[in-house]
């Protein structure tokens, strides 16, 4: 296929992630802190930032940390190509400049969800009812997955829609437990829950630790689940199945390898000795091995696209300069 | 007038060649099935099913773009739900005229840039007018189209004037756009209007993209292999038309590609794909000329691709339609093209021209200059309405300019008697009123010329306005092609054969 229509997939992929977690991270937040101390509520919502690698950022816009302005930087900023309509109108120009490798029903539900969001008043909806928006959100990217997988042949557009969507979420879910793992102590009961409702995964922690909240627990279930699809490991094997099929002939190409190294490196880890060790060490670790995967993929796949340049039309905030 | 109640209670014809209605006022016996149909509809249902379709299409994204102080707004083209319909012995009237012109037009661009110029020597048109072309590309020289199909995809424009005669208004040689309308407005007809297909054989039109990858393949390159590569060209998702290049690709099931994936290397063009560079042997472009190739046409393109044309020359690659069609669509070069039939296929024209003025002739111009407030005046090389004055509707001052501007460049301009375009009943708000419409059906040229049945209708929405482009506010329709005839006795008023 051809290496832009490739790229764009990747990126609408990504970017419909992103839009997903975000608007996951900002629910959980903002319900979380709604019995809280002014003080406690800024380094909530700077947390938040620093999850998204837009702590920097937003700084220099000298705005306050309450959360109607995090908020509105996050839902419906568009000079933030991070917030939630920036993402998904990416997500769907992206998908534009491939509509004929997509399904007419993949398409519209995108399309659809790119007007709904515009047409809406954010600003209010973020003001009364910010849990209906951002459970649509979420429903709505859920539902393009979903369309996605029941409509889109299994061939080089879906893998590269797979990829950057996976990639982007293992990503992020390394973000949120980098921003929170420190806070991960046994009386932050509730600190603990947000996170994992941030990742839709109280239930499915709950079957498998039941009551427990030891941090460690928190850390393995997020990390290293291989049942739960949005943890980091599960994430990086479904990209890494997708990228072994992308590869002519079974080649180990450099992407894939540093995928596997990155990949192995959490399906062999112990959650105990992470836990002693530096955990933040190794979180970055895994973050920037996630980015040169990224950067890889790229140059492999991509880079027959020579005139543009990749990292600056697609750079997305926090990914840092060039690797 | 006789009609269902309701929709053509307060219908009028103002004197004007009625679609559905003769001048009597009697319904014409193909839209019998469907006025019975309408029966029972009021207006307010129809309005109501248009805002269907209106956010059926914005939902899929059916939009053109339109540029407002640098901020892109998407349209959806309004359909109007009153159908056109066009009976079986009318149609392959139309065919046969197109296809004829279509094939004459072929000829004499294949003699033009790759034979000997014979229309030319033979005097039936002088080379001048030829070279002074707008359109005309002398980097087209020498540049082959496998079976000569150099009009690839024509777009024709036809209106029928007050008589009912079908003429030709324009050619569209270059890269005509809105099949993707003519087959989306026939999808949409079909779900929010299904109940008025009853009783009709309406032809299907949806096999388009099959019809034009198969024109394409065979008109690739000789030495190419048996599946030969096609793509779609696209200027890029910033085009006004981007919807329909899009569908064009997905319709047959080819790569849609913008300049920058394209490369040319020892004069062989290829794509940049994910496993690397792959050869492409043709390639339906829809850039213009200009743009195709910075190296011989305007080098602060962006769009085209380097070396495309050298490729082309050297047999590697066909560029559909072909480059320096224009010089056709040139409209004093239109004057021409009834003799171009009669000089290429013997025959005489099927479909006549709109009578035209040539204005560096002196008896010519002398009369045009004596009736100008009762002609129409248009630039030759403008397309989209644009500068042309209408003689009846023009002020003193514009006719007094348009005067100046004749006599400094003759060559500049053509005339024609106005022509007072059919109506079509259409949706106005509340109730039904007679607006001007025009026909573009879609001609293909590969092993044989094919007629797509039907075309796009497009109507004018504006009371009383004789322009169409969807630029200035105009709509569409569907258009019906009927299998068989409805009946004995139907009056088709285009088919007396009659030329100017």
């Not at chain 1, 969507?165 to 437990?177: F, G, Q, T, V, Y």
């Not at chain 2, 065979?218 to 292999?225: E, I, K, Q």
């Amino acid at each position: 296929m051809l290496a832009r229509d490739a790229e764009s997939l990747f990126w609408s992929g990504r970017y419909l992630e992103r839009a997903e977690d975000t608007a996951r991270l900002l629910d959980v937040t903002y319900h979380g802190m709604l019995e809280t101390t002014p003080d406690e509520e800024a380094l909530a919502w700077n947390d938040v930032l620093a999850a998204l690698r837009l702590d920097g950022v937003y700084a220099k816009t000298g705005r306050p940390l309450t959360a109607t302005a995090v908020c509105e930087f996050l839902v419906l900023d568009t000079t933030n190509a991070g917030s939630i309509l920036s993402a998904v109108g990416q997500a769907r120009e992206n998908a534009r400049t491939v509509r004929e490798q997509l399904s007419t029903e993949l398409w519209e539900t995108l399309n659809s969800f790119c007007l709904e969001l515009r047409a809406r008043n954010l600003r209010a909806d973020l003001e009364f009812q910010p849990h209906e928006l951002y459970g649509m959100v979420r429903r709505q990217c859920q539902t393009v997955a979903g369309v996605a997988a029941e409509t889109m042949s299994r061939d080089e557009g879906w893998r590269f829609f797979v990829l950057g969507w996976n990639l982007e979420r293992a990503e992020m879910s390394c973000r949120l437990l980098s921003a929170r793992y420190r806070q991960l102590s046994p009386s932050a009961f509730h600190q603990w829950m947000g996170t994992l409702r941030s990742a839709s995964g109280l239930e499915a922690y709950r079957r498998t630790y039941r009551a427990s909240m030891d941090p460690a627990d928190v850390v393995e279930f997020l990390l290293l689940s291989r049942t739960f699809p949005r943890s980091v490991l599960f994430s990086l094997r479904t990209a890494e199945n997708a990228l072994a099929r992308l590869a002519p002939d079974g080649e180990l190409t450099r992407p894939l390898r540093q995928l596997g190294r990155v990949r192995a490196g959490l399906e062999f880890a112990d959650v105990r000795e992470l836990m002693q060790g530096d955990l933040g060490e190794e979180l970055w670790v895994v973050e920037e091995g996630i980015r040169q995967v990224a950067a890889s993929v790229a140059t492999q796949y991509f880079s027959n696209s020579r005139e543009f340049d990749l990292h600056s039309v697609h750079l997305m905030p926090g990914e840092g300069g060039r690797p | 007038m006789s009609s269902p109640d309701g929709l053509f209670t307060d219908y009028r014809l103002d004197g004007f060649f009625d679609e559905v209605f003769d001048a009597e006022g009697h319904c014409r016996p193909h839209y019998a099935p469907l006025l019975a149909r309408l029966t029972g509809f009021t207006p307010d249902d129809l309005m109501r099913r248009t805002r269907l379709r209106d956010a059926a299409f914005r939902s899929q994204g059916i939009t053109f773009t339109v540029y407002d102080e640098g901020e892109g707004i998407e349209r959806t083209f309004p359909m109007d739900l009153l159908p056109r319909i066009v009976p079986a012995d009318e149609w392959s009237h139309i065919e046969a005229g197109l296809v004829q012109r279509v094939s004459a037009l072929n000829s004499f661009l294949d003699d033009l840039y790759v034979g000997e110029g014979a229309a030319i020597h033979d005097g039936i048109i002088p080379s001048w007018v030829v070279k002074s072309s707008d359109g005309f590309c002398r980097e087209a020289f020498g540049i082959p189209v496998p079976l000569g199909a150099r009009c690839l995809v024509a777009g024709v424009d036809l209106v029928r004037d007050g008589e009912g005669t079908y003429r030709v208004l324009e050619d569209n040689l270059r890269n005509p756009s809105g099949i993707s309308y003519v087959i989306e407005n026939r999808v949409a007809m079909t779900r929010v209007l299904p109940s008025v297909f009853a009783d009709q054989q309406v032809r299907p039109v949806d096999h388009y993209g099959r019809s034009l990858l198969n024109a394409l393949h065979r008109v690739a390159p000789p030495a190419s292999s048996d599946r030969p590569t096609v793509v779609v060209l696209t200027p890029g998702v910033f085009n006004s038309a981007y919807f329909e290049h899009v569908f064009l690709a997905s319709q047959m099931g080819v790569e849609l590609v913008e300049g920058r994936d394209l490369v040319v290397d020892d004069h062989v063009v290829s794509m940049r794909t994910t496993q690397g560079l792959q050869r492409v042997d043709v390639i339906y472009r829809r850039i213009d000329d200009d743009f195709l190739d910075p190296v011989p046409f305007r080098t602060d393109s962006t769009l085209g691709v380097p070396g495309l044309m050298a490729a082309a020359r050297a047999g590697n690659v066909t560029i559909a339609n072909a480059v320096g069609n224009g010089v056709a669509d040139d409209k004093a070069v239109y004057a021409y093209v009834p003799d171009f039939i009669r000089y290429y296929t013997g025959e005489e024209p099927i479909l006549p021209n709109v009578t035209t003025y040539l204005l560096w002739d002196d008896d010519q111009r002398n009369e045009v200059l004596d009736r100008l407030d009762q002609l129409v005046i248009k630039p030759v090389a403008e397309a989209g309405g644009y500068g042309i004055v209408i003689g009846p509707a023009a002020s003193d001052e514009d006719l007094a300019t348009c005067r100046r501007q004749i006599l400094e460049d003759p060559r500049n301009y053509i005339a024609q008697e106005v022509v007072a375009l059919s109506r079509h009943p259409s949706l106005v708000e509340d109730h039904v009123e007679g607006r001007h419409v025009d026909l573009r059906p879609f001609v293909l040229s590969g092993e044989d010329i094919e007629v797509i049945p039907g075309g796009l209708t497009r109507v004018a929405m504006r009371r009383g306005s004789l322009v169409v482009n969807s630029s200035q506010g105009g709509g569409s329709k569907d258009t019906w092609v009927l299998a068989g005839a409805p009946g004995d006795g139907d009056d088709v008023a285009g088919s007396d054969h009659e030329a100017r």
